[in-house]
T-cell receptor, first 112, second 109 residues
C-alpha cells in the first residue's frame, strides 16, 4: 500500500498562474483533507471532503478550489496564484472524522 | 492563537530523559490526537484520546486529557535521539481537526 501520495512534490509558480495539486489514497477512506503549513506553524485546514462528490470549506479556503470526483482522489486548485500562497501543502485521509488521519509527504509550492 | 496553543514551543533534552508537551484548546471536542512530524515529512499519528477518557498509554507515550481545563499533555519517557521531531496536538470537533502550533523536540545523544 502506498498510503497517501501527493504530486507534484515541488513546484515554482509565477504570480497569476494556475495549477492543480493531486492527492491519491489507496486505503478506501471516505474523508480527505487539504492543509497548508507555514514555517514554524501548525497545519490549517483549507478544504475537506466527507465522501465522493462532496466538498466543504475549512479554516482558510479563499483562493483555493477542490474536487472529489473519485473516492480515491482529492484535487486542490489554485486559479490565480499569489505569493501569500507560498507554503507546504499536505493532503490527509481518514475513515471517519473521529479516526486518525494519514498524511502524504507534502507539496512544497513557491509563488514568485 | 485564538483556538489554542502548545507549550513549550521548543524543548531540548538529553537521551534517556522524559519529555512533556502541553496542549490547550478552547472549544468542545470529540477527541484529541497527537501527531509527530520529522523534518521534511508528513505528519504521523501517534495516539488518540476520546473526550470521555482521562489517560491513555502507547509504548513510551502517555497522554492525559482534562476536558474541564481544556488541556492535554504528551509524555515521552526514556527519550531517544530518534524521537527528535516536531509534535502537534489536534483537537477534533465535527468533521475537522484543528492543529496546535507544535513543539520542536530535540533529543541529544
Amino acid at each position: 500500500n502506498a498510503g497517501v501520495t501527493q504530486t507534484p512534490k515541488f513546484r515554482v509558480l509565477k504570480t497569476g498562474q494556475s495549477m492543480t495539486l493531486l492527492c491519491a489514497q489507496d486505503m478506501n477512506h471516505e474523508y480527505m483533507y487539504w492543509y497548508r503549513q507555514d514555517p514554524g506553524m501548525g497545519l490549517r485546514l483549507i478544504h475537506y471532503s466527507v465522501g465522493e462528490g462532496t466538498t466543504a470549506k475549512g479554516e482558510v479556503p479563499d483562493g483555493y478550489n477542490v474536487s472529489r470526483l473519485k473516492k480515491q482522489n482529492f484535487l486542490l486548485g489554485l486559479e490565480s496564484a499569489a505569493p501569500s500562497q507560498t507554503s507546504v501543502y499536505f493532503c490527509a485521509s481518514s475513515y471517519t472524522q473521529s479516526k486518525p488521519q494519514h498524511f502524504g509527504d507534502g507539496t512544497r509550492l513557491s509563488i514568485l | 492563537s485564538q483556538q489554542g496553543e502548545e507549550d513549550p514551543q521548543a524543548l531540548s533534552i538529553q537521551e534517556g530523559e522524559n519529555a512533556t508537551m502541553n496542549c490547550s484548546y478552547k472549544t468542545s471536542i470529540n477527541n484529541l490526537q497527537w501527531y509527530r512530524q520529522n523534518s521534511g515529512r508528513g505528519l504521523v499519528h501517534l495516539i488518540l484520546i476520546r473526550s470521555n477518557e482521562r489517560e491513555k498509554h502507547s509504548g513510551r507515550l502517555r497522554v492525559t486529557l482534562d476536558t474541564s481545563k481544556k488541556s492535554s499533555s504528551l509524555l515521552i519517557t526514556a527519550s531517544r535521539a530518534a524521537d527528535t521531531a516536531s509534535y502537534f496536538c489536534a483537537w477534533g470537533a465535527g468533521n475537522m481537526l484543528t492543529f496546535g502550533g507544535g513543539t520542536r523536540l530535540m533529543v541529544k545523544p
